[in-house]
């Protein structure tokens, strides 16, 4: 079985500093150690581990969901170059001495200008690829997620990675992107950042619990109203504040009280279940905001947004979740939160947080 020492991470073109930073950082708190290589705009990263194995092992010890700036990855061989275009198939089966059994494929290129280009190729590929391979002993008759990904990365014409990873400890979307398709009623297209955020934090069958018809929400910075109208549609009462003006549409619903203030100044006038915001404010800013919210116990579930400046992004993302950490603490809540900078996220990091006992709860009762 080869050894493998190469991660390749996938990420959002033009995040590969805070990508390569992340896995540094987190694989050096589980005891891997070695040093990431990345060229900007390219939508991916490599880390190459001291030790020969520790790239898998890495996969292991870290959960995939844990990370912020790292939507998909895999344990890989070195960068395979000079690749024939006369007989891709066979070059790719000539790497697999000493692979496990793989019980699916994926061949993806990263989301970036070079990458589209290579989506064709990747999805060509595929099922000749998997025909050989099984020929071949290397990938089983049927698809099996217990048994290991093959994963083919095609970063650019002259750039192969080819490893595997378990699918339990790599994203289950192609290219760890979830994506969602635009609700046509929706006033803004800033909608399936909430969606997203919904689908990546919250298992589907915690949703009639967790977003459960008639719940209370605030929705901060809500004009036009694509956060409120994903609140709207699972059947909420929301209060909309914002200075600006909201969606006809989602005022005639009768669901929804627009509150005509500023966000940071709103006080609501009993706890709710829900506070959500897109305010596009100073990420140091917003964090107090939120710190007062969750602290203060005015919402039981909170989604919020932290726009991040264009230099140092990793460092303020840092700076304001442990604030958010530090803060809690100091009050004695103990805290469930998760980041991820999510596909329909730009400059912004999502955040999801609630108080651990509403968080162990709903995992209790989903048998978790």
């Not at 390569?20 to 990431?36: C, L, N, S």
């Not at 997203?196 to 929705?219: C, H, N, S, T, Y």
């Not at 998760?338 to 162990?360: G, K, P």
Request: charged share 25%.
């Amino acid at each position: 079985m080869p050894e493998l020492n190469h991660l390749l991470l996938l990420c959002r073109a033009g995040f590969e500093r805070e990508c390569a930073v992340e896995i540094q950082e987190r694989a050096a708190a589980v005891g891997i150690y070695g040093y990431p290589k990345f060229k900007g705009e390219t939508g991916f990263v490599t880390f190459i581990c001291h030790v020969p194995g520790d790239a898998l092992a890495l996969t292991e010890r870290v959960a995939w969901d844990e990370l912020v700036f790292v939507r998909q990855w895999a344990a890989c061989l070195p960068v395979l170059t000079d690749i024939p275009k006369q007989d891709r198939v066979g070059f790719i089966a000539e790497q697999l001495e000493g692979f496990p059994l793989c019980g699916e494929v994926w061949v993806e290129a990263a989301d970036s200008e070079q990458g589209s280009a290579l989506q064709g190729l990747c999805r060509k590929i595929v099922p000749p690829l998997s025909s050989a391979l099984r020929k071949q002993g290397v990938l089983s008759n049927k698809r099996n997620q217990r048994l290991p990904r093959l994963y083919i990365g095609w970063m650019d014409e002259r750039q192969l990675y080819i490893g595997y990873v378990l699918p339990r400890h790599a994203s289950p979307w192609p290219q760890g992107i979830l994506r969602l398709k635009f609700p046509p009623a929706a006033p803004s297209r800033s909608t399936l950042k909430l969606e997203e955020a919904w689908r990546f934090f919250i298992p589907e069958e915690a949703w009639p619990k967790v977003l459960e018809p008639g719940m209370k929400a605030v929705d901060l910075g809500a004009c036009p109203g694509g956060w409120t109208w994903q609140l709207v549609n699972r059947y909420m009462k929301v209060v909309s504040v914002d200075n600006g003006p909201m969606d006809d549409a989602l005022m005639k619903s009768g669901q929804v009280t627009h509150a005509v203030t500023d966000g940071f100044t709103y006080t609501p006038q009993s706890p709710v279940d829900w506070m959500v915001c897109d305010i596009a404010d100073k990420p140091g800013r917003v964090i107090d905001l939120m710190i007062k919210w969750i602290v203060r116990g005015w919402c039981r579930f909170t989604v919020f947004n932290l726009k991040l400046p264009m230099h140092k992004r990793y460092e303020s993302y840092i700076q304001c979740i442990t604030k958010l950490d530090e803060a809690c603490k100091e009050a004695g809540i103990p805290l469930h939160r998760q980041v991820r900078h999510l596909y329909h996220d730009r400059e912004e990091i999502t955040v999801f947080a609630c108080q651990e006992q509403d968080w162990q709860l709903m995992l209790d009762q989903l048998g978790r």
